[in-house]
């Protein structure tokens, strides 16, 4: 199985902060990689696919970066809105999802 | 509207069976890959099922391999996750998910909590 290991857990920031977010991959998986936002008691958000392909109506501060084993995930100028737990996720060989970086404030 | 409906969730003891349900609306279901995918209380996510476009292939991991089964029925635009020998710790939310082709997941539904309780 592909381990995903996503850092930090726990990410304190503040509006118009840069914010960087890492995802390592156990083995390669080429730019088979998504975001993903997610808030309290709602279903995920893909925001990126294919390791920086930006999705329809996701604000250009989010980008994504990376290919085999080590990605990124930045937002450039952190917004109210932002404050949320963000997910990596590998498709490269079944699927697994990273544990998650809470970014709070 | 394009969405995802789950339903079918609630509470088992252990060693029962559930049937969850995903209702397409807006789009033809069969014309995508579909998976299932859950979320423990406070944890991350865990791939559950696939199926392909033209159902002939389905996907499980380990850790669901042989007591849950995914399947899809074209007229109600639905796809089904059908849930045995459940576990305490299948206790999760629930998702329907549509994939992009050869990519992440773009479209979830709202989620059905499953609780197993021994």
């Known amino acids: 199985d592909i381990q995903m290991t996503q850092s930090p857990s726990t990410l304190s920031a503040s509006v118009g902060d840069r914010v960087t977010i890492t995802c390592r991959a156990s083995q390669s998986i080429s730019r088979w990689l998504a975001w993903y936002q997610q808030k309290p008691g709602k279903a995920p958000k893909l925001l990126i696919d294919k390791a920086s392909s930006l999705q329809n109506g996701v604000p250009s501060r989010f980008s994504g970066s990376g290919s085999g084993t080590e990605f990124t995930l930045t937002i450039s100028s952190l917004q109210p809105d932002d404050f949320a737990t963000y997910y990596c996720q590998q498709y490269n060989s079944y699927s697994t999802f990273g544990q998650g970086t809470k970014v709070e404030t | 509207d394009v969405q995802l409906v789950e339903s079918g969730g609630g509470l088992v003891q252990s060693g029962g069976s559930l049937r969850l349900s995903c209702v397409a609306s807006?789009?033809?279901?069969?014309?995508?890959?579909m998976i299932w995918v859950r979320q423990a209380p406070g944890k991350g996510f865990e791939y559950l099922s696939y199926i392909s476009i033209s159902g002939s292939h389905t996907e499980y991991p380990d850790s669901v391999k042989g007591r849950f089964t995914i399947s899809r029925d074209s007229a109600k635009n639905s796809v089904y996750l059908q849930m045995n020998s459940l576990r305490d710790e299948d206790t999760a939310i629930y998702y329907c998910?549509?994939?992009?082709?050869?990519?992440?997941?773009?479209?979830w539904g709202q989620g059905t909590l499953v609780t197993v309780s021994s």
């Open positions: 998910t549509r994939r992009l082709p050869y990519g992440g997941y773009e479209l």
């Open positions: 807006g789009f033809t279901l069969t014309n995508y890959e």
